[in-house]
């Protein structure tokens, strides 16, 4: 029934580099944010989501019938990233229903060209995706936003049964004796993305004790960020703002990092924080559970903890927010 997942995922890792370039070129003019690198980057992400076992796996907690009276799902897809709302729409089709979806005006190319290749694989399948400007008409609503517009979609889309997504960030936990490679596999974490994603790392928490200066040493071998204009404006502003208002940071001309309580960090920061006791620091993070996608750390400091280097690598199952997406559709 959902074959074409697979083939999808077999046409992703077939596209020619002629394509690529295509694409990618005209992603970038859309939006200097989405940079080739970044864009290949998440596609290599998806092209291992969709192999076989993964697929076959994630799938098999399901059950789909064929038989389904397909319904109407409104998406509000987000944009911060190349394929963001892409899962979204896999599980729309997965589940045997029909999709109305309003894309971020940052993005609006990829989904083009990720349906122009659905369609080719299986016409039924593609032609149960329409974009729209307004989401209307819907049997239910999955939207994706910022904390102050999720206010808006639960208000607005009240009526339908719905998923309402607001802003989260990622945070890692060191233990102030982490390596090298260690440490550049956290610059991935941080970096990856430009720090758009919600499972990018924006604060740190480090022991008492414990200086940031090895994180500094290390992400000074970041320099490509600064050659990006957006992300180096970014930094120059907030760098300014902090001197000029006698704000204590540390600097290595390519990331600032500041001592700060809140967990979302601006663009070009990454916030710190000390904590005294694991255990100490374990209720802090329960407690902020609903602003948190991910903690990369150490298995043994932090059961559960996303390896350094791999928060931007999620499995086809890993939700947004955890919540069900899948679970969600099929008890409609």
Not at 26 to 31: F, P, S, T
Not at 57 to 63: C, K, P, R, V
Not at 79 to 97: K, M, Q, R, T
Request: glycine share 6%; net charge negative.
């Amino acid at each position: 029934m959902n074959n074409w997942i697979i083939v999808l995922g077999e046409k992703l890792a077939q596209l020619s580099e002629e394509q690529l370039n295509e694409w990618t070129a005209r992603v970038y003019a859309n939006n200097p944010w989405f940079t080739p690198q970044n864009v290949k980057f998440a596609l290599d992400s998806w092209i291992k989501m969709l192999e076989p076992a993964s697929v076959n796996e994630w799938l098999s907690h399901y059950t789909i019938s064929a038989s389904v009276h397909p319904k109407t799902i409104g998406l509000v897809m987000a944009g911060n990233i190349p394929f963001a709302g892409f899962h979204d729409v896999l599980c729309v089709l997965a589940a045997g229903h029909k999709v109305k979806a309003k894309r971020s005006s940052q993005d609006r190319l990829l989904p083009e060209y990720i349906l122009s290749l659905i369609t080719s694989i299986d016409p039924e399948v593609g032609s149960r995706v329409t974009w729209v400007e307004k989401i209307e008409n819907v049997d239910a609503v999955i939207a994706t936003g910022s904390g102050n517009t999720s206010r808006y979609f639960h208000y607005y889309f009240a009526k339908w049964p719905h998923i309402i997504r607001k802003n989260r960030t990622s945070v890692a936990v060191l233990s102030g004796k982490e390596t090298d490679d260690e440490l550049r596999a956290l610059g991935k974490d941080v970096f990856t993305y430009f720090g758009l994603g919600c499972r990018n790392v924006s604060k740190l928490f480090i022991p008492e004790g414990s200086s940031p200066e090895p994180v500094l040493r290390v992400f000074e071998e970041f320099t490509e960020m600064r050659a990006h204009n957006k992300f180096a404006n970014n930094y120059d502003y907030n760098r300014s703002v902090y001197y000029l208002n006698h704000i204590p940071f540390f600097d290595n001309l390519v990331l600032i990092l500041k001592e700060d309580e809140q967990l979302a960090s601006p663009i070009g920061v990454l916030y710190y924080e000390f904590y005294k006791t694991i255990n100490q620091l374990q209720l802090k993070l329960e407690a902020e559970r609903e602003n948190i996608q991910c903690i990369v750390s150490k298995e043994e400091l932090i059961d559960g903890a996303v390896a350094f280097g791999e928060a931007q690598n999620p499995s086809i199952a890993d939700y947004a927010d955890g919540v069900d997406t899948m679970e969600f559709l099929l008890n409609l």
